[in-house]
Each structure stands twice: as structure tokens, then as C-alpha cells.
């Protein structure tokens, strides 16, 4: 096996829980489910978010809504980089998984596939 590393963002509306969570569940589902991932092959992930989310920590959808106990997680805030978009969650999954690199899914959703030309 090899760990390879998924790439994965989103936008929230607003800085309100819920909305936080709702959109991190989102997109580590479409991440999972999209790459064939199974949760005990899942070494860690590493959230970030811009500076302008800081109502709930990402970690949160994944332990508590998704019941991810046993995988490592870490949040912390992105840089702040004039004119960059606002409001955006991303998302480094690394995996153990037999795929190769080219074979590996980034998943864009609710407008952050600006956030990548490829």
C-alpha cells in the first residue's frame, strides 16, 4: 500500500455551525465515496479553514456526525492571501490505498473548483 494524500474544499455561506459541519460532512462523503476509501485506511486528516471560519472546527463533522473516533485529525486556519476567496474549507485526506497518484480524486464542491485549474 501507499499513502497518498486527497485533496478536497468547499465553501460555507456563512460562519454558523451548522453550516460548517453540514458542508465538511459533504465533502469528506464525496471524498470517501468518490476515491473508495475505506475509514480504516484513512491514516489523517488536516483541515483548514479561511480566517473568516472560526464558529466550529471541522474536526467536529468528522468525529461527532460521522463517528471518525479513531482517525487523526487537525485543524488549523489557511494563510490569508489578499483577494483569495472567503468562507472556504479544505481538505488534505491521506490514505493508505493501493491506487496510484493519477488514480486519486480532488473533489471541488459549492464553487471551490475556481480554487484549482486542474
Not at 27 to 40: A, E, K, P, Q, T
Not at 92 to 97: A, C, E
Request: aromatic share 6%; charged share 20%; with cysteine.
Amino acid at each position: 500500500m501507499f499513502a497518498r494524500g486527497i485533496r478536497g474544499a468547499t465553501v460555507v455561506e456563512n460562519n454558523v455551525k451548522t453550516l460548517i459541519v453540514e458542508a465538511t460532512v459533504e465533502l469528506l462523503g464525496v471524498m470517501v465515496r468518490d476515491n473508495d476509501v475505506s475509514i480504516s485506511d484513512i491514516a489523517a486528516v488536516f483541515f483548514t479553514t479561511t480566517i473568516d471560519l472560526n464558529a466550529e472546527f471541522p474536526a467536529v463533522a468528522a468525529r461527532e456526525t460521522l463517528g471518525w473516533t479513531t482517525v487523526p485529525l487537525m485543524c488549523g486556519h489557511e494563510m490569508t492571501v489578499p483577494d483569495s476567496m472567503q468562507k472556504v474549507i479544505r481538505v488534505m485526506m491521506l490514505v493508505n490505498t493501493m491506487k496510484n497518484q493519477d488514480e486519486i480524486k480532488s473533489v471541488y464542491l459549492r464553487g471551490a473548483g475556481s480554487l484549482r485549474s486542474d
